[in-house]
């Protein structure tokens, strides 16, 4: 028999068989919306960790100063390492693996407008540290090189901070007081909401002014809270730290052992914050959650295929002389077995392709629910499409082939007596 003709006979011993036919299927449609559901979620969260994470910007490394904890050239341990706007040339001269590199102040200051004031995260910046820190301007325009240059006393408002002290009217082109100073807002930056990954507040909740306006009339210090650097590319994160710690060792007179390039000890000369590596631990966490949520899904699965199996067990049985009468007329037992074994995955097929676009319109619907903004959502992928077919393919080979078997080692002799 063709396997046209075989598809045509499956499909017409499931009508023969209604109610069979439809257990069997709501068996493989459950599985399947349960692989559909669950592995859409595992991925929706994997998909989160690494948007949340990557808010505050992209395979950057931060570098905070510390205390040596070493004797190293004379010096005696225990001395306070303080980074300066000359680390942050050395190191763009310096270190041929890093692309960008930027300074960064920081001191909280209160901020005023009118009767409204807040005390806030003021950070010294540079024009490279909107693309580092992946700040986007909803209104006006970010720090630029002439206002460093300058020491202009203008302001960018992150979106809560500017919704705080100016609710829903215009904030650019306004004056606020920062420390009892007067500053111009320039700029608003766009809505980050939450965040999983932040160092040191909330990007909403921080204002940015140039640097040397920081240093010079705010904070009053030549000493820069952190240096921020992004390798040329993730593959050189590794040289990247390596050719700054040597730099800054060479500059700050302090042993190259006596840093801490990993982990949360903040201990040593100075400390290196990567956040890449951050960002990999939650996506292997998102992907173990995937592969658990897949693994459930899988199991859901077997379940109706067994019930599939018992189906087809029973369906045998009740076929005995059916299959006698086909074995006396010629037929083989290569064709039984075929013919048992593509009802099953007919059964599969149909009941996979329910659950598959049951699955995915649960997910579409989930997704366009008025949810909040850190809520996970369903991630469809063409993996997630590949895994689910395999999965059906199996589960139909699974629970057809012993059913397919039995009835194909039937005795024709002993068949066409069963009553």
């Known amino acids: 028999m063709t396997i046209g003709e075989l598809i045509k006979q499956a499909f017409r011993n499931l009508r023969m068989n209604k109610l069979r036919s439809t257990l069997s299927l709501l068996g493989i449609t459950w599985g399947i919306i349960s692989v559909v559901v669950l592995m859409g979620f595992g991925n929706g969260i994997r998909v989160m960790f690494h948007r949340q994470m990557t808010k505050i910007g992209e395979n950057i490394v931060f570098v905070f100063p510390g205390r040596t904890s070493k004797p190293y050239g004379g010096y005696k341990a225990g001395r306070d390492v303080h980074f300066e706007l000359k680390d942050v040339e050395a190191i763009r001269l310096q270190c041929p693996s890093v692309g960008v590199v930027v300074p960064c102040a920081r001191k909280w200051f209160m901020i005023k407008h009118g009767i409204e004031a807040r005390e806030t995260d003021v950070r010294g910046v ?40 100016f609710k829903q009217n215009q904030a650019v082109g306004e004056t606020v007081k920062i420390a009892g100073v007067r500053f111009k807002v320039i700029g608003v930056a766009k809505k980050k909401n939450q965040q999983m990954a932040t160092i040191g507040s909330q990007d909403d909740l921080q204002v940015y002014v140039p ?48 840093a801490m390039t990993s982990g949360f000890s903040f201990t040593g000369a100075v400390f290196f914050f990567n956040l890449a590596q951050f960002v990999k631990m939650m996506e292997m966490i998102g992907i173990a959650m995937t592969v658990f949520f897949g693994i459930v899904g899988v199991i859901t699965l077997f ?117």
């Open 126 to 165: 540079v024009p490279e540290a909107r693309l580092l820190r992946n700040i986007e301007i909803e209104e006006g325009r970010f720090i630029n090189q002439d206002d460093v240059r300058r020491h202009r006393r203008f302001c960018v408002l992150g979106a809560e901070i500017k919704e705080r002290l």
């Open 211 to 258: 640097i040397t306006t920081h240093m010079n009339i705010l904070s009053g210090t030549r000493y820069l809270w952190t240096i921020q650097f992004k390798p040329v590319s993730p593959a050189l994160t590794d040289e990247a730290v390596d050719e700054v710690r040597k730099t800054l060792a060479s500059l700050h007179n302090f042993s190259p052992e006596d």
């Open 303 to 419: 379940i109706g295929g067994v019930g599939v199996m018992n189906i087809m067990r029973v369906s045998v049985i009740e076929r005995t002389r059916e299959i006698g009468i086909r074995r006396a007329v010629g037929a083989r037992k290569k064709d039984i077995l075929l013919q048992f074994l593509f009802e099953a995955l007919v059964i599969t097929f149909i009941g996979g392709l329910f659950g598959y676009l049951i699955g995915l319109s649960l997910i579409f619907a989930y997704n366009h629910a008025p949810l909040p903004e850190t809520a996970p959502r369903g991630e469809f992928s063409l993996g997630m499409f590949l895994i689910s077919i395999a999965v059906m393919v199996g589960i139909g080979l699974v629970s057809g082939i012993l059913p397919a078997k039995k009835a194909a080692s039937l005795d024709p002799i002993e068949a066409l007596r069963y009553e």
